[in-house]
């Protein structure tokens, strides 16, 4: 089995005139929840994107499922859920699943059981449009966890959720990676960290630790993960 499902090294993104990620790099083990956090505009997104295979003027190398980010291979094999729903609103639920379902040639069986993974059976024949924000999302959660991707990035999934459906989303992010999938969760609420197998904390387009949760809290001597955020910027700063 493939040790590293996602292996970044000296990636760099320049946005509009500037460099938004510096020389970024690091390794995603197979079957792992990796939770990606960091303050809003710190480069998040713009990782995420690189690694997915969307983004311009990326230099360094990723490699993901072994093979070049981007690669036409990787299509069906990664699902990426951006910030925005990418459901349609005046589909309901299952009109959207099975619609995605058949676009990327994934048995019908799979419909009722995505949709019952991110609990909206309940919801199904409702349109996307009438659902509230954190629905939405996991309506396009659903259409992402179609063919069982072996990579799953998920761009802030639990915004706006209440704490027992997040508390339900990462239980399922877990199965998934208990399953063997690949997990990266993006997320600027510090207390999800503790949720993670390992962590990837960010600030101004660099990574500031890649540790496990309990590694990292060691590391700077507290048992809260925003001040061990808040300790390692000050190390950093001390450092220049
Ligand atoms: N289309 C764009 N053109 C130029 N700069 C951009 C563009 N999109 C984002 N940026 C800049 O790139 C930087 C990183 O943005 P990014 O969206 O990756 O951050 P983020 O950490 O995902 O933020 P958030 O948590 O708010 O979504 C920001 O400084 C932002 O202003």
Redesign the pocket.
């Known amino acids: 089995m493939m040790k590293n499902a996602v292996s970044c090294h000296d990636l760099v993104v320049v946005?509009?005139a500037?460099e938004?990620l510096h020389g970024i790099g690091f390794d995603l083990r197979a079957g792992s929840v990796t939770g990606l956090l960091?303050?809003?505009?710190?480069?998040?997104?713009?990782?995420?994107?690189a690694i997915v295979g969307l983004q311009d003027r990326v230099t360094g190398d990723i490699s993901v499922l072994g093979l070049p980010a981007g690669a036409a291979e990787l299509r069906g094999r990664i699902g990426y859920v951006t910030?925005e729903p990418s459901v349609y609103g005046d589909l309901t639920v299952l009109e959207n699943v099975r619609f995605f379902a058949a676009v990327l040639g994934v048995a019908a069986a799979e419909v009722d059981r995505v949709i019952a993974a991110v609990d909206l059976t309940g919801h199904a024949d409702a349109r996307v449009d009438s659902l509230s924000g954190g629905q939405r999302s996991r309506a396009s959660l659903a259409v992402a966890l179609l063919g069982s991707p072996e990579l799953l990035v998920l761009?802030?999934p639990t915004v706006g959720l209440d704490p027992v459906l997040r508390r339900d989303l990462w239980a399922l992010f877990h199965e998934l990676a208990d399953a063997g999938s690949t997990l990266l969760v993006?997320s600027?609420v510090m207390d999800e960290a503790s949720r993670c197998d390992r962590l990837l904390l960010?600030r101004d387009?660099e990574l500031l630790a890649d540790e496990t949760p309990e590694a990292l809290l060691d590391s700077v001597g507290t048992t809260d993960i925003e001040q061990a955020f808040l300790t390692l910027i000050e190390r950093k700063a001390g450092a220049r």
């Open positions: 946005r509009g500037r938004v960091g303050p809003s505009g710190c480069g998040k997104t713009t990782l995420i994107r910030q761009d802030e993006s600027h960010m387009g």
